[in-house]
Nanobody, 121 residues
Framework: QVQLVESGGGLVQAGGSLRLSCEAS????????MAWYRQAPGKTRELVAT???????NYADSLKGRFTISRDNAKNTVSLQMNSLKPEDTAVYFC???????????????WGQGTQVTVSS
């Protein structure tokens, strides 16, 4: 089994910063994509940022310049630095990873339990 555990959410004022972290643990041979998604109340889950195993990053267009994803392959962790936060960034943020448990087997998708980020105006 594989577990993803997020940390770092909380309450912050508009304009402030937060850093989210996610650690993957369990039976891991290799991790392909790691990513952050978010889901605001009443809305569908949306992609925030992705990081490949080679640490190539991509972002939702609306978040470029404010959010930065980083990854430590040795520790199986991914982080999301969020700056200049806005009330509309309020959401539950989920960590996602494509994990290969055994060599030469398919990658499977895993999700964390989510961490709440609330930005007050």
């Amino acid at each position: 089994q594989v577990q993803l555990v997020e940390s770092g959410g909380g309450l912050v004022q508009a304009g402030g910063s937060l850093r989210l972290s996610c650690e993957a643990s369990g039976s891991i041979f290799s991790i392909n994509v790691m990513a952050w998604y978010r889901q605001a109340p009443g809305k569908t889950r949306e992609l925030v940022a992705t990081s490949t195993s080679g640490s190539s990053a991509n972002y939702a267009d609306s978040l470029k310049g404010r959010f930065t994803i980083s990854r430590d392959n040795a520790k199986n962790t991914v982080s999301l630095q969020m700056n200049s936060l806005k009330p509309e960034d309020t959401a539950v943020y989920f960590c996602y990873a494509q994990v290969q448990m055994v060599a030469r087997t398919p990658f499977n998708s895993y999700w964390g339990q989510g961490t709440q980020v609330t930005v007050s105006s």
